[in-house]
């Protein structure tokens, strides 16, 4: 099977497939999905809007406390974009998917924030779990939390890692 990557059709929209079929990519504003709300509301979006900007239109109150969303039985997050129509169902951090993408995030960043301070560390797995989150990390030396340079060193570079995250749209 060929893949054909990008090129044009007759209408001149660019064009991604395989000789199985494809789809072309929409321009701006051309394609518009329904959001469907748990109490069965619908709201009308152009394709791509991404988790946080829906639940931003919802209601300023609800984007502030909400983590991200249950898009058609998926978990997402605020940043990922939302291309069909959907039922979409937010999640704040009591609900079990508000967790799982707190714990996810914040796994992220305490790597980000080792990889800063010891850019020579090697990760293997971190995944969220129930209670939190870990990481199976490979390092020259030994680290353990309860050491007072590790201490100060991890909470300036946690603030600094925040401090420059994208913001939530």
């Known amino acids: 099977m060929s893949t054909k990557l990008g090129g044009t059709t007759e209408s001149t929209r660019p064009f991604i497939g ?25 709201r009308e979006y152009e394709a791509g809007v991404s ?26 997050g605020y940043m990922e974009p939302i291309n069909e ?26 790597a980000a924030a080792i990889q800063a301070l010891w850019p020579d560390t090697k990760f ?6 129930n209670d939190g989150f870990y990481y199976d990390m490979e390092l020259d030396h030994s680290l353990w939390a309860g050491h007072a340079s590790f201490r100060f060193c991890f909470s300036l570079l946690i603030k600094f890692v925040i401090s420059m995250a994208s913001p939530m749209a």
């Open 51 to 76: 988790v946080g900007q829906v639940t931003k239109d919802i209601s300023e109150g609800l984007h502030r406390q909400a983590l991200g969303a249950v898009v058609n039985g998926v978990t997402r």
């Open 124 to 129: 293997a797995i971190g995944p969220a779990i």
């Open 85 to 110: 129509d959907s039922d979409f169902r937010v999640v704040k951090f009591d609900d079990p998917e508000g967790k799982e993408i707190f714990w996810h995030t914040s796994s992220h960043v305490m």
């Open 18 to 42: 395989n000789d199985k079929g494809g789809f072309f990519v929409a321009k701006k504003g051309e394609i518009m999905i329904k959001i469907t709300l748990p109490d069965n509301s619908v």
